[in-house]
């Protein structure tokens, strides 16, 4: 019986990687770094791969040197592999050229990300990969956190077989960084797969002082050529011994793979074809039209190189007349995207009488949902359909886009969907997760975690996603409709909609010292009244911040909201969930000793009984007046689109707001007009004790402790309530010193008060 894995799309990767490896040379790159810090973890606890050896890690000066170590490391007969994304992929092809050349055997686990053009992604896109289609390297696409453990299984397998590297790629952060309930393939099972007659071929080929040979030659005109021709049989063997390599994992597994496979109508007159994280919103939107009766279905491609015609028509159905293919990537200049321009190759080439069209979706992450899966059906449907189209953007420039006529939820009967809104680094994130994996070890359930952050980390904004259901969870996006909602910072009211998609009758968990009708009526934003009234939303207050002080834990609420969404949200009985969070937290506080884990023990008892239901006036739902935010004067620039960012739609800017920042150079010193407002505590001046050092002022890392000088005349103008004191030193003589907070721009973390 498999085992269960509550696990990250990095994790799983590592996993088999580690299971097959003897050793790996490494170098972190967001978003595949957890693949070579599980392994590297792994191997410091001496756990043993399938060869009943511990992994040997290296981390080198740079991903070239990575490649470099993973090149000299295979020529000596070690099974070596590397993890990496984007630019680090981009130094990693001149090696690539070479381990391909020289049919080495080894596989490359990539978490697909953004390169930097005219600016800097750290988000999941194709454009890395598809850098490296020419370099010989066969190249397996996973979808979804299963697939990552299953496909990396056959990767493994087949370049042992073939003799052909291997890049196994999957969706970084969205594939990489999503949290899934799977089933693990246990070594025991790997082991019994393997070759090992292959494995002994490789190591026998190894470089050898006692059978010395010349590598790496130089070669003329008159033998390069067919010398490079030489390797086709091993690459025209590759799609063949790929599907005997996915056949071995079915029968273990009892999961079926092919190199491209079909789904949906059987007659299916209109047919996405894509890879990656994309197929499963693909997947659940061709359930949701074909209940509607609509004949439509998804190639979902897995061998992309080496690209096998054969197999790829065999999977389109007799019946398609249109078309669709998606590519996640774009290829400025080009007459299509790379994937576009295969399936129109392979339709041509066996004269396919079926209309191809491409469009390109999800750049740098961008949402990609079933209401734009049923936009590039119905652009299908069209008697003239949009070609080179995009879709999940507004492009008012070159009018590419595809208009989202419909907004449709395809979610099926029973799923629970709950978002979080949290501060980064409050724990809110972790114990999201910690969630996620109570409910899938514990229970029947599926479960699936997406956290989404913007880029400022600590202090910044994270918003996770959490769905809970009986069946497989296929929803690789964001969630638009959501059973619950918490928000674990009550500066956020009035900077973002955070009640936008709460169904009617839903639950809305607030952490804030408000815990009366009247001080929300004055705190809460009108909007925000107007949704809670007129959806009829249960409302709940707690105030974690207080009850984690008393307590001791300070601002770490992350145990006391993770408690109140067990009890408020009843996705499992809340005494399993207690007892659950109790035996995690003897786990993850045990060594730090019993007076710890007592206080995470007296959180879980506050967040159960901590809570407050707000019975709110019918009359909220009219509401004009409530609180709003702080607004400051500022550049057009600002105003237009990063105010629109920082409040959570930047995806509704149109491409025409871009136009003057085309190059990717934009207005310097914007973050000046942003005013957050997050600090649960701000530091108050002691004017008694201040000796005018300015070291407060020195280490704030937010540049909001500034120190003034004033004179009598500016003294005589303030308020009451501005103090000042007299400023030391012969040169101040006559000034007056004032040591000014800007509790707007800080964040609360307390450095001024410990320097």
């Not at 050349?101 to 978490?111: C, D, K, M, W, Y």
């Not at 999957?170 to 292959?198: L, P």
């Not at 990656?276 to 693909?282: H, N, Q």
């Not at 509790?743 to 609360?748: F, S, Y």
């Amino acid at each position: 019986m498999a085992t269960k894995l509550t696990v990250d799309g990095n994790t799983a990767a590592a996993h088999v990687a580690y299971a097959f490896s003897d050793t790996a040379a490494i170098y972190p790159i967001t978003p595949s770094s957890t693949m070579a810090e599980v392994c590297d973890e792994w191997a410091a606890h001496g756990r043993k791969n399938i060869f009943g050896q511990v992994m040997k890690i290296a981390e080198m000066q740079s991903e070239a040197g990575a490649a470099g170590a993973v090149h000299g490391s295979l020529s000596a007969g070690a099974l070596t592999t590397t993890f990496t994304a984007s630019q680090g992929l981009l130094l990693m092809i001149p090696n690539m050229y070479k381990i391909a050349g020289e049919l080495i055997p080894a596989v490359f686990h990539v978490s697909a990300r953004c390169l930097a053009t005219h600016a800097l992604s750290i988000f999941g896109d194709h454009s890395d990969v598809m850098a490296c289609r020419q370099t010989g390297f066969a190249m397996l696409s996973s979808a979804s956190v299963q697939e990552v453990m299953d496909l990396a299984t056959v990767s493994h397998l087949a370049t042992l077989k073939s003799r052909v590297p291997f890049l196994h790629f999957f969706d970084g952060f969205r594939t990489s960084h999503e949290v899934q309930k799977i089933d693990a393939i246990d070594y025991d099972d790997i082991a019994k797969m393997i070759d090992m007659n292959a494995v002994k071929q490789f190591r026998a080929a190894s470089m050898n002082p006692e059978h010395p040979e010349l590598r790496g030659t130089a070669q003329n005109p008159d033998i390069y050529f067919q010398n490079r021709e030489a390797s086709n049989k091993y690459y025209d063997a590759v799609p063949e011994i790929v599907e005997s390599c996915m056949q071995q994992v079915y029968e273990v597994t009892g999961r079926k793979y092919n190199l491209f496979d079909y789904y949906g109508a059987p007659d299916a007159e209109k047919v996405i074809i894509l890879m990656g994280s994309g197929c499963d919103a693909v997947e659940e939107t061709v359930d949701y039209l074909m209940g509607k009766g609509e004949k439509v279905g998804v190639v979902k491609v897995r061998l992309y190189r080496p690209f096998s015609i054969k197999h790829f028509i065999g999977a389109i159905p007799k019946t398609a007349k249109s078309i669709a293919v998606l590519d996640r990537t774009k290829e400025p200049g080009a007459l299509g995207e790379p994937l576009f321009a295969d399936v129109c190759t392979a339709v041509k080439e066996v004269g396919l009488d079926v209309t191809v069209i491409g469009g390109r979706y999800g750049l740098a992450s961008k949402e990609f949902t079933p209401s734009m899966v049923k936009a590039v059906y119905d652009n299908l449907g069209e008697k003239a359909p949009l070609n080179h189209f995009t879709v999940g953007i507004n492009d008012d420039v070159t009018g590419l886009s595809l208009k989202i006529k419909e907004e449709i939820d395809t979610s099926p009967a029973g799923v629970s969907r709950c978002k979080f809104f949290g501060l980064g680094s409050d724990g809110t994130v972790g114990a999201n997760k910690n969630s996620i994996k109570i409910i899938g070890n514990h229970t029947d359930k599926y479960a699936q975690g997406y956290f989404a952050y913007d880029s400022k980390k600590s202090g910044g904004i994270t918003v996770s996603h959490l769905r809970f259901g009986d069946t497989p969870i296929k929803a690789p996006y964001l969630l638009t409709v959501s059973d619950f909602i918490a928000c674990h910072n009550s500066s956020y009211v009035t900077r973002y909609d955070l009640l936008e998609g709460i169904k009617e009758g839903g639950v809305f968990l607030l952490n804030s010292p408000w815990s009366t009708v009247e001080e929300l009526e004055h705190q809460l934003p009108a909007q925000m009244k107007n949704t809670i009234a007129k959806k009829k939303i249960k409302f709940y207050n707690i105030d974690a911040i207080d009850l984690g002080g008393k307590i001791g834990l300070g601002s770490r609420i992350n145990m006391i909201m993770m408690s109140a969404f067990f009890k408020l949200a009843e996705i499992i009985p809340e005494a399993d969930a207690v007892k659950y969070m109790k035996e995690a937290i003897v786990k993850s506080y045990g060594s730090k000793g019993e007076k710890i884990v007592n206080m995470n023990n007296a959180a879980v008892e506050a967040g159960l009984t901590g809570i407050v239901e707000i019975k709110y006036p019918e009359s909220w739902a009219t509401a004009t007046e409530g609180a709003v935010p702080v607004v400051v004067p500022a550049t057009e620039y600002f105003n237009n689109v990063v105010k629109p960012i920082l409040a959570q739609q930047g995806d509704n800017l149109p491409v025409s707001a871009f136009i003057d920042n085309v190059n990717g150079i934009v207005p310097s010193g914007t973050t000046k007009y942003e005013k957050r407002g997050i600090a649960i505590k701000a530091p108050q001046w002691i004017i008694e004790n201040c000796i005018q050092c300015n070291q407060c002022s020195l280490v704030c890392p937010h540049a909001c402790i500034r120190p003034y000088l004033l004179t009598d005349e500016q003294v005589a103008n303030a308020p009451e309530t501005f103090v000042t004191k007299k400023a030391t030193g012969k040169a101040y003589e006559g000034l007056q010193f004032k040591m000014q907070l800007s509790p707007l721009d800080c964040t609360g973390c307390g450095n001024c008060a410990d320097v």
